[in-house]
């Protein structure tokens, strides 16, 4: 397992950016598929985007298809998410995890992730 912390949410009006980083304390995240989830209010977690341990692959909900992007730099023991177009839907507490196994490409089911950080609230305004 790794530790993981997420930063960079925060309020932006509707139709801008915002970057996401998700920085693991340990070498061995750079093994590991990530993803990303997120949490809105009165709602179930649900996924976001994953990205496989070689960034090789990633993977997208429908929602954030086309605005959200993925991305790793195993150098620095590092996922981002990229937001863009952003709606009032995005609101939610944003969530950053590791997958169980090494060398997987990532999924969009929560089960399959062991590690888990904080989460890093994101408000869009209307």
């Known amino acids: 397992q790794v530790h993981l912390m997420e930063s960079g949410g925060g309020l932006v009006q509707a139709g801008g950016s915002l970057r996401l980083s998700c920085v693991a304390s340990?070498?061995?995240?750079?093994?590991?598929?990530s993803a990303w989830f997120r949490q809105g209010p009165g709602k179930e977690r649900e996924f976001v985007a994953a990205?496989?341990?070689?960034?090789?692959?990633?993977y997208y909900a429908d929602s954030v298809k086309g605005r959200f992007t993925i991305s790793r730099d195993n150098a620095e023991n590092t996922v981002y998410l990229e937001m863009n177009s952003l709606k009032a839907a995005d609101t939610a507490v944003y969530s950053c995890?590791?997958?169980?196994?090494?060398?997987?490409?990532?999924?969009?089911?929560?089960?399959?992730?062991?590690?888990w950080g904080q989460g890093t609230q994101v408000t869009v305004s209307s």
């Open positions: 340990e070498r061995t995240f750079s093994r590991y598929a």
């Open positions: 990205i496989s341990w070689s960034g090789a692959s990633t």
């Open positions: 995890a590791a997958d169980w196994f090494t060398g997987r490409v990532g999924t969009d089911t929560m089960a399959d992730y062991g590690s």
